[in-house]
T-cell receptor, first 114, second 115 residues
Framework: AQSVTQPDIHITVSEGASLELRCNYSYGATPYLFWYVQSPGQGLQLLLK??????LVQGIKGFEAEFKRSQSSFNLRKPSVHWSDAAEYFC????????????FGAGTRLTVKP | ETGVTQSPTHLIKTRGQQVTLRCSSQ?????VSWYQQALGQGPQFIFQ???????GRGNFPPRFSGLQFPNYSSELNVNALELDDSALYLC??????????????FGPGTRLTVT
């Protein structure tokens, strides 16, 4: 079964600085990959997704992620962080041809310093 | 287009009781998935319903059960509540049968506290 590892539990960056959140997945083929963001007490909002094609995907709120098959990674990036980006970020992997059993990482909590 | 809604927002139950959580899927979606998110953890897949049938199940005991109705809304039922069932329960809807069918849209969740 597929699995996801987010190595960083908590990251602190200064407002305006660049951001990279790491995600490594385990799956036997090319998976579906997602990044979600969750604000305190809220549900999950989809930031971006990768299904196929261009390995650099653009999402909402200025986020992008790059799928690297050789490294089994799907890291999330943003060139300039805003205070409103402070939240919990989850990477998720879904099996191809199977709409169920999406696996999430444990999440990375982002703190933004003024 | 209406988003995914869940009710109630918060719920407090006593160990051993039963609870029913409700979810209305996004307009046009035919599949509903349920997740349990314990504090400080990522969501864990409970099960999914497609065309009113269970379409996959995670590692949860049978006291977690569900239903999907003809309008694609869904219920999650948990019997014999345990303290460890305290969590945020998330519902997600999607449209099966199209490209990108794994794209799931989440509701705000129901916070269940078991005392």
């Amino acid at each position: 079964a597929q699995s996801v590892t987010q190595p960083d539990i908590h990251i602190t960056v200064s407002e305006g600085a660049s951001l990279e959140l790491r995600c490594n997945y385990s799956y036997g083929a090319t998976p579906y990959l997602f990044w979600y963001v969750q604000s305190p007490g809220q549900g999950l909002q989809l930031l971006l997704k990768y299904f196929s094609g261009d390995t650099l995907v653009q999402g909402i709120k200025g986020f992008e992620a790059e799928f690297k098959r050789s490294q089994s990674s799907f890291n999330l990036r943003k060139p300039s962080v805003h205070w409103s980006d402070a939240a919990e970020y989850f990477c998720a992997v879904g099996a191809r041809g199977n709409n169920n059993d999406m696996r999430f990482g444990a999440g990375t909590r982002l703190t933004v310093k003024p | 287009e209406t988003g995914v809604t869940q009710s109630p927002t918060h719920l407090i139950k006593t160990r051993g009781q039963q609870v029913t959580l409700r979810c209305s899927s996004q307009s046009g979606h035919n599949t509903v998935s349920w997740y349990q998110q314990a504090l400080g953890q990522g969501p864990q897949f409970i099960f999914q319903y497609y065309r009113e049938e269970e379409n996959g199940r995670g590692n949860f005991p049978p006291r977690f059960s569900g239903l999907q109705f003809p309008n694609y809304s869904s219920e999650l039922n948990v019997n014999a509540l345990e303290l460890d069932d305290s969590a945020l329960y998330l519902c997600a809807s999607s449209l099966a049968g199209t490209s990108g069918s794994n794209e799931q849209y989440f509701g705000p969740g129901t916070r269940l506290t078991v005392t």
